[in-house]
């Protein structure tokens, strides 16, 4: 069984499109994240939420909006989509409380190519 | 400031050789956690060890091992007999918990191994 999972594996979109990832985990964890890794493998955090709470907002367009239905979902929909939106977007979990001991899971990765 | 540095961002070796991957990390917590990562060719991201501020213990899994050393703030690792299967991205990361309980990882920019028949 998948313990993090994303869909789609992959999105081919054009410039002004809005397009949703979706991210699912069955490990019980109270905490997801979004990450985002450019094409020279930099990976950084987008967001986080704690039991359905926003609690890391890094400096990310408004037009990225998280949002988490129940603790074992966190989605990811980007509005007007950019040339610069190109990456490949993780999807993680961890347990909750003291989550900075707690190692992440992670998806297997959407790959974003915006044309 | 929290940040992670990993200097060496390709290496190329040939199978059964030992490789060290460095990793550096600044912080101004006293409690942290260091982690690394590997992605191999197939994109996805597995978790290969966690360290915490206060244990300097070094650690071996198999062929792999770390070094955490404190006093040059670094957290080295180790592959042995190195294989093909070990190509891959190896990404170390920090987590601080004195700046609050949010999970954040900060990650280095990766080194590229490449282990060569």
């Known amino acids: 069984d998948t313990a993090v999972s994303q869909t789609p594996k992959y999105l081919v979109t054009q410039m002004g499109n809005d397009k949703s990832i979706k991210c699912e985990q069955n490990l019980g964890h109270d905490t997801m994240y979004w990450y985002k890794q450019d094409s020279k493998k930099f990976l950084k955090i987008m967001f986080s939420y704690n039991n359905k709470e926003l609690i890391i907002n890094e400096t990310v367009p408004n037009r990225f909006s998280p949002k988490s239905p129940d603790k074992a979902h966190l989605n990811l929909h980007i509005n007007s989509l950019e040339l610069g939106d190109s990456a490949v977007y993780f999807c993680a979990s961890s347990r909750g409380g003291s989550s900075y001991n707690s190692p992440l899971h992670f998806g297997n990765g959407t790959r974003l190519t915006v044309t | 400031a929290q940040k992670v540095t990993q200097a060496q961002t390709e290496i190329s070796v040939v199978e059964k050789e030992d490789v060290t991957l460095d990793c550096v990390y600044e912080t101004r917590d006293t409690t942290y956690y260091l982690f690394w990562y590997k992605q191999p060719p197939s994109g996805e991201l597995v978790f290969l060890i966690r360290?915490?501020?206060?244990?300097?213990q070094n650690e071996i899994s198999g062929r792999y091992s770390w070094n955490f050393q404190k006093s040059t703030s670094s957290f080295n690792f180790t592959i042995t007999a190195s294989q093909v299967v070990d190509s891959a991205v190896y990404f170390c990361a920090l987590s601080e918990a004195d700046s609050g309980n949010t999970g954040k990882l900060i990650f280095g920019q990766g080194t590229t191994l490449q282990v060569k028949p």
């Open positions: 360290r915490n501020s206060f244990d300097e």
